[in-house]
């Protein structure tokens, strides 16, 4: 950092790299994230057997460490270029400091010798210009903000952050450290020096690892660190103490501007980008709504307003995305904006994030969350009181609202949200919204829309041989554009009538397209068909990169490839839907963005989220599975046209019949659909859901105060269009009623005005199951299955246990083939055997339905098809390989991973469900164990791998097996040297790979570093002191 007041110079740059590297190569005070806790130097025998330890390491160091100490002195008591040194030190990372066998330490600092022999000059070649441009701005502010209030402020935080131990992007940060006075004198340093505890030590070595950015830190790097603090620094001041913005870049250090023209290619903003960020409403923290059509470059304005939170205003924040494989790909693409700019990025997706977070005292929080974690992360903040700690929210695709059970989540948790924490902003996206006016109203949010796409969208409907353009100006809404121009032979007709071929080879192998299909199977036929009529020629283009997938592909199935996607594939065609393991997608997905296939005949799932746009989209039929195209599907497939920077425009081609022309030309010209509540349609999971957890988390106890709250949800503003024969408030005691009469709530209510006042309360099975966020359809069998497994649960394998965790709403679309049920059953020990009697499955019932015979005994086909998939998920996790589980099951790929998925996530559920209830105390140390097998699915020496997000099993293999063999190896791995040992990793991912490893290892380091602090804190009542 430099300092105000200071003429910056290259000399002085080279004086002061120098003086620091002095300081900090001799110097075993190294700075860490922990900041110096005076209470550990307390009188109790362990600490003064830790300083006879010190006190003789310190003795037998060599006199380096003396002569170091003595420049040191010497340096402090030189005034202003003191100041000047501590601040490089504050930010210098270099030194780590490992623990030795024998417990002694030692600095490592290689670099630092080197880097006090680097030329001044080319500290400041290194430096982007902006930074250069920077440096004079600074030196040229100087004097005006020395004389400034804020000046004074603004120093103490320096001194402060010069003698603290903690992280240099955050010291500005702990208002607590910047407002204590610090003591500068060189004696007090002296002591600093010598009582240099073994703990502070441990902790360093603990988190070198997680420090390391890379192994060789230079100098120049070291000064970029320190220009940034200073940046992050005035960054927050600006946005504290101006509307405008006066940080180099939207208030955010120009950093930031770098990091996202390095990772993402962002030269300069969108012209609406830009306006959108200098929105008054934003200024003033209001909520905000803003739609754009698709690719319109949404996520980059919630980015910087996300960095602008965690940098500028010190809070934590909460991006809720729709899918896990999306949080995914954001953690990965986000971990490197928190390794350089000193924040943590956490997952909360599947059956990973911890309730509540981990409080951090220095680093804020990404929480990158699905909507069912985003939404028990937010109660779990609430209920300890943490709630304003989110400074704000991002809800990308904002339209889900109006999706099913996860539409009611999602609506569940901004509602509570807005009426808990008034200070947590909201900022909410979309491509796809009609009705903004009532979203407007809910979430009380300022709106911005803008009709900008950056690649013109050219709209056509095909009928019979004709191209139509799409024109809402024409009366029928159609306008000619073209004949189709192909020659068919009657064979080929008869096998394509629908003219696909000749639609994609306009643009294929040289651009690249996407062919939507209605179902799976259409899916993989189109694509066979597509490469059983085009020419050879197709074939040569990028032969060996084809070949490699295919390879790869073999690698991921462990020596089988999809034969489908064996033959379509040399043609440079895949299929892609949800039958394939997410490591057959991601390779596919990564082999299409980089060109060496060009055409995906795809389901709509592709169209949410993923971002693999297409010179051409083809729409096989308006249909989805059996259902006519809804608008917002139609809006976001046709969406994925046009490659920003690549095509000149993009074009999307409905495929139309005859009988269907009338509904396309209103589906076409129709405004989209409108985005409805679903709290009543979706009553278990939606309205009695929240009012238990209301209750529960103690937000509205009483019917007036659950009344209050449920109109400010999004169904309190629709209510007279959803709740017509009932008003909200009877609709809201008939759900407490019921929950009362389920025996999760306490209380009464009844007609009496008076009795309104009456408080609810939860009891233990509500509170288990808003805490496990169980459906309630669901928690009163759960609680019966889960006790009665108390009577006689089955121990000799996990089969039992795994039956408690294979989720409830999986089993009604499972038919089970009864000759595998019986197969499957017959090779189970007689102990395992005997699991299926208990659960009410009798062996003569299996028996009978695979011979056929008819049966008489009511047995309960639920628990029946439970125990199927039980049966799945046994087999899947004794022989973790997917590729055989489902040949063995006749199942898809993909349905048996989801399976597995899904039981990973309820797993981790019932935990929490068990945890509330003492009598199922003995589950916990049982599921916590099962969470992990189920989450990890894989050869135990591969998990510490798959943590990081984005490292599926192929990938952790190929990893292993290149020697990277935990998660420190990767974090300090060289990302040039990683592309070179494995297969098929691009620079971008292993860059990424190597950010997301040192973002969890930091992650996990941290949260133990709080563990230790909070161990070692003395506690302020202890008896007989005062
Ligand atoms: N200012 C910019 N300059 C260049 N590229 C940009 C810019 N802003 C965004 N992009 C790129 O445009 C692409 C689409 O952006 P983004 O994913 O944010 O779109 P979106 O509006 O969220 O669309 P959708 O509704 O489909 O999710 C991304 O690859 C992104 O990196
Ligand atoms: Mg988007």
């Not at 780590?96 to 490592?108: F, H, P, R, T, Y």
């Not at 804020?364 to 699905?370: E, F, G, Q, R, V």
Request: net charge neutral; aromatic share 8%.
């Amino acid at each position: 950092m430099i300092p105000f007041g200071f003429t910056f110079k290259k000399a002085h740059l080279h004086q002061l790299s120098v003086q620091a590297s002095i300081l900090l190569c001799c110097n075993d005070s190294e700075e860490d994230m922990f900041g110096d806790y005076d209470s550990f130097c307390g009188n109790d025998s362990l600490l003064a057997q830790v300083d006879d330890i010190e006190h003789k390491y310190l003795q037998d160091k060599n006199m380096d460490v003396k002569a170091a100490r003595e420049i040191t002195v010497g340096n402090l008591q030189s005034g202003i270029h003191q100041k000047k040194q501590d601040n490089f030190s504050a930010s210098e990372k270099a030194s780590v400091l490992k623990a030795d066998k024998e417990g002694a330490c030692q600095v490592q600092d290689r670099d630092l010798v080197d880097g006090s022999r680097e030329p001044a000059e080319s500290l400041l070649d290194d430096l982007p210009s902006s930074q250069l441009l920077y440096f004079e701005k600074m030196d040229e502010l100087s004097s005006a903000f020395r004389t400034s209030p804020d000046s004074k402020e603004r120093r103490e935080c320096v001194n402060s952050s010069s003698n603290k131990i903690r992280s240099p992007l955050s010291y500005c940060a702990d208002a607590e450290h910047r407002n204590r006075p610090m003591d500068f004198s060189s004696d007090s340093k002296c002591v600093l020096l010598k009582t240099e505890s073994l703990k502070d030590h441990l902790k360093s070595a603990m988190t070198g690892n997680a420090k390391a950015q890379t192994l060789q830190v230079s100098k120049t790097k070291q000064l970029k660190e320190a220009v940034l603090s200073e940046e992050i620094f005035v960054a927050r001041k600006a946005i504290e103490s101006s509307s405008v913005d006066i940080g180099p870049f939207y208030g955010l250090p120009s950093k930031v501007k770098d990091l996202f023209r390095q990772l993402r290619g962002i030269e300069t903003l969108y012209e609406w980008q830009h306006d959108c960020l200098m929105l008054e409403s934003l200024q003033q923290r209001k909520n905000l709504i803003y739609s754009l059509p698709t690719s319109g470059g949404k996520t980059l304005v919630a980015e910087i307003m996300i960095l602008q939170e965690l940098l500028c205003r010190q809070k934590d924040v909460l991006m809720i995305l729709p899918y896990v494989a999306i949080v995914q790909e954001k953690i990965r693409g986000l971990s490197s904006f928190g390794i350089e700019l000193g924040f943590l990025v956490e997952e909360y997706a599947g059956s990973k994030g911890r309730f509540p977070p981990i409080k951090r005292r220095v680093k804020k929080s990404l929480y990158i969350a699905t909507i069912e974690k985003g939404h028990a992360l937010v109660n779990s903040l609430i209920e300890t009181d943490r709630i304003s700690d989110l400074g704000l929210v991002v809800v990308d695709e904002l339209h889900m609202l109006g999706e099913g059970s996860r539409g009611a989540i999602l609506e569940i948790t901004l509602a509570k949200i807005l009426y808990t924490s008034k200070n947590t902003q909201i900022i909410g996206m979309s491509a796809t919204l009609n009705n903004v006016g009532d979203l407007q109203k809910f979430l009380r949010a300022e709106y911005y829309t803008n009709n900008f796409r950056p690649v013109e969208l050219k709209e056509y409907v095909k009928i019979q041989d004709t191209i139509y353009a799409v024109d809402s100006k024409t009366e029928n809404g159609f306008t000619f554009s073209r004949l189709l121009n192909f020659k068919y032979s009657s064979c080929l007709e008869k096998a394509d009538p629908d003219h696909i071929i000749a639609l994609v080879t306009e643009v294929i192998p040289n651009y690249s397209c996407l062919i939507f299909c209605p179902t799976k199977k259409n899916c993989e036929n189109v694509a066979s068909m597509v490469c059983k009529y085009l020419k050879k020629e197709f074939r040569a283009h990028r032969e060996k990169e084809k070949q490699d997938l295919v390879e790869n592909l073999k690698n991921i199935g462990n020596g089988s490839v999809c034969p489908v996607l064996k033959q379509t594939i040399p043609f440079g065609i895949a299929y892609h839907h949800s039958g394939l393991t997410n490591d057959e997608r991601k390779s596919i997905e990564e082999a299409y963005s980089s060109g060496v296939l060009c055409l995906l005949a795809c389901t709509a799932t592709l169209a949410a989220g993923v971002n693999l746009p297409a010179r051409r989209v083809i729409l096989r039929a308006p249909y989805v599975a059996n259902d006519f195209l809804k608008k917002n599907q139609y809006k976001q497939m046709i969406g994925r046209a046009g490659r920003a920077g690549i095509d000149d425009a993009g074009e999307s081609i409905l495929i139309v019949q005859e009988k269907d022309k009338h509904l396309v030309r209103d589906l076409v010209n129709s405004p989209l659909e409108n985005c409805y509540s679903n709290l009543l349609l979706e009553l278990t999971k939606g309205m009695q859901s929240l009012l238990l957890s209301l209750v529960g988390l103690k937000i509205a106890v009483t019917c007036e105060e659950v009344n209050n709250f449920m109109c400010g949800t999004l169904l309190g503003v629709q209510q007279q269009l959803l709740s017509k024969e009932k008003s909200l408030s009877e609709v809201i005691k008939d759900g407490l009623e019921n929950l009362i009469e389920k025996g999760l709530l306490k209380g009464r209510i009844s007609e009496k005005d008076h009795n309104s006042e009456c408080t609810l309360t939860i009891t233990p099975l509500g509170k288990a199951t808003y805490k496990g966020s169980i459906d309630l359809a669901y928690c009163n069998l759960l609680y019966r299955d889960l006790k009665k497994g108390l009577e006689g649960l089955i121990l000799e394998s996990n089969l039992h246990l795994l039956y408690l965790a294979t989720p409830y709403d999986v089993t009604s679309s499972c038919s089970p083939d009864w000759m595998i049920y019986l197969r499957q059953f017959n090779q189970l020990s007689a102990a395992e055997q005997k699991v299926a009697d208990i659960v009410g499955v009798p062996e003569s019932f299996i028996t009978k339905k695979a011979s056929g015979q008819a049966i008489r005994k009511n047995v309960d086909s639920a628990v029946v098809n439970r125990l199927y998939l039980t049966f799945v998920l046994y087999t899947l996790v004794k022989e973790t390989n997917i590729w055989n589980v489902s040949e063995k099951f006749n199942m898809s790929r993909g349905y048996v991973q989801n399976l597995l998925n899904s039981a990973a996530s309820f797993a981790s559920c019932l935990l929490h469900f068990c945890e509330e209830l003492e009598e199922f105390w003995v589950y916990k140390a049982l599921l916590t164990e099962l969470t992990k097998q189920l989450t990890y699915c894989v050869k135990t020496e591969l998990i510490p791998l798959m943590e990081v997000a984005g490292v599926l099993e192929a990938r952790a293999k190929q990893l292993y097996n290149a020697g990277y063999k935990t998660l420190a190896h990767l974090a300090n791995a060289n990302p040039e040297t990683l592309i070179k040992m494995i297969e098929h990793l691009s620079r971008r991912q292993a860059k990424q790979i190597v950010s997301s490893a040192k973002m969890l290892l930091s992650e996990k380091a941290e949260a133990l570093q709080e563990e230790v602090e909070e161990l070692l804190k003395v506690p302020t009542d202890i008896p007989g002191t005062h």
